[in-house]
């Protein structure tokens, strides 16, 4: 079984960054694809950012392009998400969320559907 353990929310001004960090660990060999969803408040969760792990190419929701930045430490196991020039509309619980080759998601895409989910973290933007 798989563990996702996010970190690195806190409260921040608008115009700051951020960057979240996952940890996986357990049975974590047939990952091929981590992404983050965020889920605001009154909104459906939204995936806004993954990446093919050991290849590098990445895919974002057109709402964060140019923001947010994922990336991998594939010794370390971690996956992070750096999000530059905070806005308000940031505000939201953040999730790690990872998807094995004998899963259901046909590409590495930010999306909602991957099989296994950490428990959140939240960031909040103050303006």
């Known amino acids: 079984q798989m563990q996702l353990q996010e970190s690195g929310g806190r409260t921040v001004q608008a115009g700051g960054s951020l960057r979240l960090s996952c940890k996986a660990s357990?049975?974590?060999?047939?990952?091929?694809?981590m992404g983050w969803i965020r889920q605001r408040p009154g909104k459906e969760r939204e995936g806004v950012a993954a990446?093919?792990?050991?290849?590098?190419?990445?895919h974002y929701a057109d709402s964060v392009k140019g923001r947010f930045t994922i990336s991998e430490d594939n010794p370390n196991n971690r996956v992070y998400l750096q999000i530059d020039n905070l806005k308000p509309e940031d505000t939201a619980t953040y999730y790690c969320?990872?998807?094995?080759?004998?899963?259901?998601?046909?590409?590495?895409?930010?999306?909602?559907?991957?099989?296994?989910w950490g428990q959140g973290t939240q960031v909040t933007v103050s303006s």
């Open positions: 969320a990872a998807e094995t080759v004998d899963g259901t998601l046909r590409y590495c895409h930010a999306g909602v559907n991957f099989e296994t």
């Open positions: 357990g049975d974590i060999y047939n990952v091929y694809c």
């Open positions: 990446i093919l792990l050991g290849d590098g190419r990445t």
